[in-house]
């Protein structure tokens, strides 16, 4: 399973973490997403990462302010935001996928709300 | 910028079909996944490769894909199947993945 953690309330401009801790599979042979979904609205795709971080993408809205890592040791995904907008609010899910699948394992989400 | 288009809504009656579109120029040129979202749930998917049914997924849903359109198809529609439905592609220009805007099947 995926459980996401770190979510809560934090003022425009602060920073917030993320992570996702992973069990019940090998961690190392999936790729790693960041997704999020502000209230009543669609699911927007911001990140992915592979197991050895060869590979790591982007959404371009985030760039420069979101990091994505993960700790194979620690079976754990991070996402780090910096500089947060009010229109970062959101629910924000980890999920899995392998190259070039879609994503068939998906976390409950942790609630990140940006106050101004 | 690569963008998947899809009605905000569908309604149907209990035991009817329900079609959900997808649209993108040439997307029968892509691979589409689907998922759906109950209310207050993580997203699960429902629909693979455009036409791929997940172990544990009714046969009721299935996918095609032709021209700018892809389509998921409840048959038989239950009033257990209301949810949003959201269509998926990978661009793999940007390594990005994207997913349309979602539609709300509402069963009458």
């Known amino acids: 399973q995926l459980v996401e953690s770190g979510g809560g309330v934090v003022q425009a401009g602060r920073s917030l973490r993320l992570s996702c801790s992973a069990s019940?599979?090998?961690?190392?042979?999936?790729?790693l997403h960041w997704v999020r979904q502000a209230p009543g609205k669609g699911l927007e795709w911001l990140a992915l990462?592979?197991?050895?971080?060869?590979?790591?993408s982007l959404k371009d809205s985030v760039i420069g302010r979101f990091t994505i890592s993960r700790n194979n040791f620690k079976n754990t995904l991070y996402l780090q935001m910096n500089s947060l907008e009010v229109d970062d609010t959101a629910l924000y899910y980890c999920?899995?996928?392998?190259?070039?699948?879609?994503?068939?394992?998906w976390g409950q989400g942790t609630l990140v709300t940006v106050s101004s | 910028s690569y963008v998947l288009t899809q009605a905000p809504s569908v309604s149907v009656a209990p035991g009817e079909t329900a079609s959900i579109t997808c649209v993108r120029n040439?997307?029968?040129?892509?691979?589409v996944h689907w998922y759906q979202q109950q209310p207050g749930q993580a997203p699960v998917l429902v629909i693979s490769?455009?036409?791929d049914r997940p172990s544990g997924i009714p046969a009721r849903f299935s996918g095609s894909s032709s021209g700018n359109t892809a389509t998921l198809t409840i048959s038989r529609v239950e009033a257990g199947d209301e949810a949003d439905y959201y269509c998926?592609?990978?661009?793999?220009?940007?390594?990005?993945?994207?997913f349309g805007g979602g539609t709300k099947l509402t069963v009458l």
């Open positions: 998926q592609v990978w661009d793999f220009n940007r390594d990005y993945w994207v």
């Open positions: 490769y455009n036409n």
């Open positions: 990462l592979s197991y050895d971080e060869s590979r790591k």
């Open positions: 999920a899995r996928s392998r190259e070039g699948t879609p994503f068939d394992k």
């Open positions: 040439n997307i029968e040129s892509e691979i």
């Open positions: 019940g599979f090998t961690f190392n042979d999936y790729l």
